[in-house]
């Protein structure tokens, strides 16, 4: 049974929007308390640690048992290299949805594919960062700025791993032939949640790595 | 991974299907509504057994009935299963059976994810459960204040139980949340603009809102929690640095909304009760809407009228007090509203509308006494008595309780096809009343002399011997109340059908059809041109003939799957294998394969033949 002989045979919704669209929506509204919750432990904690490192340069720290001036542990060039690849993730996305609705199969395969590498060069990025900060001492309770640190930005790059798996799911189906113009907005739904991902880092990099 | 109802099967479900499969399979959210009451309503009596031995343990001062250890896991199991697995599924079940047949639709929105909300609930309710097998039932209190939580203060699994398992109720509440949210917004019939749905579908709705706002706070402070005992973190730990204090402010910005998510469904229910049995629309629809949007509004800035007595300075005091109070009114507005309703009716005094009454009269008293609370000086003098179990009993039992109760009593024929009887049924009300009153009222003179709550015993000539020989005796009441309720359920089940389809000439569209339903619900979508479409019938036919069960030829309906209860085992080995967490074991194998099923169970219900 194809989607449109589905749509045909059933009344439209009561507002009109589709339903797998509004139920995203409303999962994005609850995800937003969620990270609420975790950026506003951050800074409700920011500067509370009581040991080294912390993230920006401090005349005035303990670590390694003395005090001393510590270095900041952030690379700051390196995480706005990331961040400005998942901004462009989420340009690309739209090209390929565009590409999805008009049929237009290299446009949808290209930009999809380009969209699901930015996600991994961003998953990379910090699976790099968290591997070097740890060799820098810092581990998960070494102290509240990295417990809050790492929970934060570990449960952001999370969501970005699971957009890129189901964003590949969609990549492979669509290599397939199996993502037809109507079935469009299966695309749509995942670009949604992606562009929702996005959003957050987009707070998440300034509180976090900017903000002193 | 979700999948709406319109990718559906052509299949023809003609023939009648029964046997456990069918029950492990369905997606119908009429059965799921029946699976949720019936595990809801055993946990519930669970809860009470439990209330029922801390009443006997309190009958006598300085008894020894049961340890202080497992005291402290009696009472805070009780509240748990009361609040997680009692009055929230006892309300889910309302909204599976009658959101879509209030407003018209054949199933929720996605009949799948539904079932896996289901099987979601029910395992986290039997992990929370399964400590007691371990001797590691939780034991920190329902609210889990910290850093009593912390591994150094509860070491063992206790705590353990209760973190993962709160977190996998988590995961269904919102996963139901979304759910029925898109079904009231966009499933319902032709003609029903929001200001014509039932005031119970309005009142979900909020509910639902309040469930995906509310939830993924609590998830956050549990997730610190886990941390904190299991990963070395130091959220809630002053050695650290961290805050205990930061605990209670994720735990209540949750917990106030919670308290509303326990409510407002009550509230829903009485407003459907009211009008039938007083043969009038409900009174100010309208400012019934909006006063449940602004209890819920208000309810997420008024969380810290939990923490008076952490010290939080005159200004948040202030604030926190005044919102409160502010929350008076809206409430108000309520239940003015409802004597509205009654006021010049025609009074029909069934079983449903005692229990609706009762509802409003006590919960008026509970909402006095939280009034009381809002005040910060009045407030540190209750904080931790039994002054507070008062209140929150007359506002979640005498409250919640009363009007769920008063909601299986109106809408059990639907569900069952069987009406109760109704001479058990005003006995059930006029015991349930009294051993209300008698265990809790006392509590409030108990509080004031200061009796201190979760403490498992108390002396001898403190004056609190009298006030608790009482409350026991009002627990038996009870204890005996649902007695009566059980064997009047068991006995109308035995009995062949006998229900009408509109046993109480009810005004909305879950009474056109024939008591059960058919698996379609509706032969035809019905069209509604008010907010009480059946009296608008009666009045244009003067009676309303019983409809005739159908043959479901050519409507279809969503295939069976056990692919949502694969996803909800995924889930729960996922989050259980974090019970194992410790140095040098591999639990993370556990944790890992539980990602793995729940992966496999995802992929294959999205990749689902349609038909
Ligand atoms: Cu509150």
């Given at each position: 049974m194809s989607d449109a002989a589905a749509h045909a045979m059933h009344p439209p919704t009561s507002t009109g929007l589709d339903n797998r669209k509004v139920a995203i929506w409303a999962f994005i509204g609850s995800e937003c308390l969620f990270f609420a919750s975790l950026i506003s432990t951050y800074l409700v904690?920011?500067?509370?640690?009581?040991?080294?490192?912390?993230?920006?340069?401090?005349?005035?720290?303990?670590?390694?048992?003395?005090?001393?001036?510590?270095?900041?542990?952030?690379?700051?060039?390196?995480?706005?290299?990331?961040?400005?690849?998942?901004?462009?993730?989420?340009?690309?996305?739209?090209?390929a949805l565009y590409g999805a609705q008009k049929g237009n199969r290299k446009m949808l395969l290209g930009w999809l594919s380009a969209t699901v590498a930015c996600g991994l060069f961003f998953v990379g990025m910090q699976v790099y960062e968290f591997t070097h900060f740890y060799h820098k001492g810092m581990g998960y309770g070494t102290n509240l700025f990295s417990s809050t640190f790492f929970t934060l930005t570990g449960f952001h790059g999370s969501h970005v791993t699971l957009g890129v798996i189901w964003l590949s799911t969609i990549l492979f189906l669509a290599a397939r032939g199996k993502l037809p113009p109507e079935k469009a907005l299966n695309l749509e739904l995942a670009a949604l949640y992606w562009h929702f991902v996005d959003v957050v880092w987009i707070v998440i990099f300034p509180v976090v790595y900017l903000m002193r | 991974m979700a999948t709406s109802v319109l990718e559906h099967s052509a299949v023809h479900h003609a023939e009648a299907k029964s046997g456990l499969w069918s029950w492990i399979t369905t997606v119908d959210h009429k059965r799921i509504g029946i699976l949720y009451g019936a595990s809801a309503f055993l946990f519930f009596l669970l809860g009470g057994i439990e209330a029922f031995v801390i009443r006997l343990q309190l009958m006598t001062a300085d008894n020894t009935l049961v340890s202080p250890e497992f005291y402290n896991q009696l009472f805070t199991m009780h509240g748990t299963t009361m609040i997680f697995l009692g009055?929230?599924?006892?309300?889910a079940m309302f909204f599976n059976y009658f959101i879509p047949l209030q407003i018209g639709a054949r199933d929720v929105v996605f009949p799948r994810l539904n079932a896996f909300s289901y099987w979601v609930f029910l395992l986290g309710g039997l992990f929370i459960n399964a400590g007691f097998f371990f001797n590691a039932w939780p034991n920190a209190g329902w609210f889990g204040y910290a850093n009593l939580t912390s591994a150094q203060y509860s070491p063992g699994l206790n705590t353990d139980f209760w973190v993962i398992g709160l977190q996998i109720l988590g995961i269904a509440s919102i996963a139901a949340a979304v759910n029925f949210f898109v079904t009231i917004i966009n499933m319902r019939a032709p003609g029903m603009t929001l200001l014509r749905m039932p005031m119970f579908?309005?009142?979900?709705?909020?509910?639902?809102?309040?469930?995906?706002?509310?939830?993924?706070?609590?998830?956050?402070?549990?997730?610190?929690?886990?941390?904190?005992?299991?990963?070395?973190?130091?959220?809630?730990?002053?050695?650290?640095?961290?805050?205990?204090?930061?605990?209670?402010?994720?735990?209540?910005?949750?917990?106030?909304?919670?308290?509303?998510?326990?409510?407002?469904?009550?509230?829903?229910i009485v407003s459907e009760i009211l009008p039938v049995f007083s043969r009038k629309p409900l009174f100010g629809y309208t400012a019934m809407v909006f006063s449940g949007v602004f209890i819920a509004f208000l309810g997420f800035g008024v969380w810290s009228h939990h923490m008076f007595a952490t010290g939080m300075g005159p200004f948040a005091d202030a604030f926190f007090s005044l919102s409160t109070m502010l929350i008076a009114v809206p409430t108000g507005v309520k239940i003015f509203n409802w004597i509205g309703t009654i006021w010049g009716g025609s009074l029909q005094f069934k079983t449903p509308m005692y229990f609706a009454l009762g509802f409003i009269a006590m919960f008026i008293i509970g909402g006095l006494s939280g009034v009381m609370h809002s005040s910060p000086p009045a407030d540190l003098q209750q904080t931790d008595t039994y002054f507070v179990v008062a209140h929150f009993h007359y506002v979640l039992f005498?409250?919640?309780?009363?009007?769920?109760?008063?909601?299986?009593?109106?809408?059990?024929?639907?569900?069952?096809?069987?009406?109760?009887?109704?001479?058990?049924?005003?006995?059930?009300?006029?015991?349930?009343?009294?051993?209300?009153?008698?265990?809790?009222?006392?509590?409030?003179?108990?509080?004031?002399?200061?009796?201190?709550?979760?403490?498992?015993?108390?002396?001898?000539?403190?004056?609190?011997?009298?006030?608790?020989?009482?409350?026991?005796?009002?627990a038996a009441i009870i204890v005996v109340s649902q007695l009566v309720f059980i064997v009047n359920l068991i006995v109308s089940l035995r009995r062949p059908r006998n229900a009408p389809a509109d046993p109480w000439h009810g005004a909305t569209l879950e009474w056109s059809i024939?008591?059960?339903?058919?698996?379609?619900?509706?032969?035809?979508?019905?069209?509604?041109?008010?907010?009480?479409?059946?009296?608008?019938?009666?009045?244009?036919?003067?009676?309303?003939?019983?409809?005739?069960?159908?043959?479901?030829?050519?409507?279809?309906?969503?295939?069976?799957?056990?692919?949502?209860?694969?996803?909800?085992i995924g889930v729960f080995v996922t989050l259980g294998g974090i019970l194992f967490a410790q140095p040098h074991f591999p639990w993370y194998v556990i944790t890992l394969t539980g990602v793995a099923v729940l992966f496999y169970g995802v992929y294959r219900w999205a990749f689902e033949p349609a038909g």
């Amino acid at each position: 049974m194809s989607d449109a002989a589905a749509h045909a045979m059933h009344p439209p919704t009561s507002t009109g929007l589709d339903n797998r669209k509004v139920a995203i929506w409303a999962f994005i509204g609850s995800e937003c308390l969620f990270f609420a919750s975790l950026i506003s432990t951050y800074l409700v904690y920011k500067g509370k640690s009581l040991v080294g490192p912390l993230p920006h340069e401090a005349s005035q720290c303990m670590l390694h048992g003395q005090m001393q001036r510590c270095e900041g542990v952030f690379e700051v060039p390196l995480v706005t290299a990331g961040t400005a690849v998942l901004l462009f993730s989420s340009f690309f996305v739209v090209l390929a949805l565009y590409g999805a609705q008009k049929g237009n199969r290299k446009m949808l395969l290209g930009w999809l594919s380009a969209t699901v590498a930015c996600g991994l060069f961003f998953v990379g990025m910090q699976v790099y960062e968290f591997t070097h900060f740890y060799h820098k001492g810092m581990g998960y309770g070494t102290n509240l700025f990295s417990s809050t640190f790492f929970t934060l930005t570990g449960f952001h790059g999370s969501h970005v791993t699971l957009g890129v798996i189901w964003l590949s799911t969609i990549l492979f189906l669509a290599a397939r032939g199996k993502l037809p113009p109507e079935k469009a907005l299966n695309l749509e739904l995942a670009a949604l949640y992606w562009h929702f991902v996005d959003v957050v880092w987009i707070v998440i990099f300034p509180v976090v790595y900017l903000m002193r | 991974m979700a999948t709406s109802v319109l990718e559906h099967s052509a299949v023809h479900h003609a023939e009648a299907k029964s046997g456990l499969w069918s029950w492990i399979t369905t997606v119908d959210h009429k059965r799921i509504g029946i699976l949720y009451g019936a595990s809801a309503f055993l946990f519930f009596l669970l809860g009470g057994i439990e209330a029922f031995v801390i009443r006997l343990q309190l009958m006598t001062a300085d008894n020894t009935l049961v340890s202080p250890e497992f005291y402290n896991q009696l009472f805070t199991m009780h509240g748990t299963t009361m609040i997680f697995l009692g009055v929230m599924p006892l309300s889910a079940m309302f909204f599976n059976y009658f959101i879509p047949l209030q407003i018209g639709a054949r199933d929720v929105v996605f009949p799948r994810l539904n079932a896996f909300s289901y099987w979601v609930f029910l395992l986290g309710g039997l992990f929370i459960n399964a400590g007691f097998f371990f001797n590691a039932w939780p034991n920190a209190g329902w609210f889990g204040y910290a850093n009593l939580t912390s591994a150094q203060y509860s070491p063992g699994l206790n705590t353990d139980f209760w973190v993962i398992g709160l977190q996998i109720l988590g995961i269904a509440s919102i996963a139901a949340a979304v759910n029925f949210f898109v079904t009231i917004i966009n499933m319902r019939a032709p003609g029903m603009t929001l200001l014509r749905m039932p005031m119970f579908v309005w009142m979900s709705f909020i509910t639902q809102i309040l469930l995906l706002l509310a939830f993924p706070v609590i998830t956050v402070a549990l997730v610190f929690l886990m941390m904190d005992r299991h990963f070395g973190t130091h959220f809630f730990i002053p050695a650290g640095g961290g805050d205990p204090i930061l605990w209670q402010h994720l735990f209540w910005i949750f917990g106030h909304p919670e308290v509303y998510i326990l409510i407002l469904p009550a509230f829903g229910i009485v407003s459907e009760i009211l009008p039938v049995f007083s043969r009038k629309p409900l009174f100010g629809y309208t400012a019934m809407v909006f006063s449940g949007v602004f209890i819920a509004f208000l309810g997420f800035g008024v969380w810290s009228h939990h923490m008076f007595a952490t010290g939080m300075g005159p200004f948040a005091d202030a604030f926190f007090s005044l919102s409160t109070m502010l929350i008076a009114v809206p409430t108000g507005v309520k239940i003015f509203n409802w004597i509205g309703t009654i006021w010049g009716g025609s009074l029909q005094f069934k079983t449903p509308m005692y229990f609706a009454l009762g509802f409003i009269a006590m919960f008026i008293i509970g909402g006095l006494s939280g009034v009381m609370h809002s005040s910060p000086p009045a407030d540190l003098q209750q904080t931790d008595t039994y002054f507070v179990v008062a209140h929150f009993h007359y506002v979640l039992f005498g409250g919640s309780i009363f009007a769920l109760t008063g909601g299986a009593y109106y809408w059990l024929p639907k569900m069952t096809g069987r009406m109760l009887n109704e001479t058990a049924g005003k006995i059930h009300f006029w015991l349930m009343l009294i051993g209300f009153n008698l265990t809790f009222a006392p509590m409030h003179i108990l509080g004031l002399n200061g009796m201190p709550r979760r403490v498992y015993t108390y002396p001898a000539g403190l004056g609190f011997e009298f006030w608790n020989g009482l409350e026991t005796v009002g627990a038996a009441i009870i204890v005996v109340s649902q007695l009566v309720f059980i064997v009047n359920l068991i006995v109308s089940l035995r009995r062949p059908r006998n229900a009408p389809a509109d046993p109480w000439h009810g005004a909305t569209l879950e009474w056109s059809i024939p008591s059960p339903p058919q698996e379609f619900n509706f032969p035809e979508v019905p069209e509604v041109k008010s907010s009480i479409p059946l009296w608008d019938l009666r009045r244009e036919l003067g009676s309303l003939p019983e409809p005739q069960r159908v043959s479901g030829a050519g409507i279809h309906l969503p295939n069976p799957s056990y692919y949502p209860l694969v996803a909800a085992i995924g889930v729960f080995v996922t989050l259980g294998g974090i019970l194992f967490a410790q140095p040098h074991f591999p639990w993370y194998v556990i944790t890992l394969t539980g990602v793995a099923v729940l992966f496999y169970g995802v992929y294959r219900w999205a990749f689902e033949p349609a038909g």
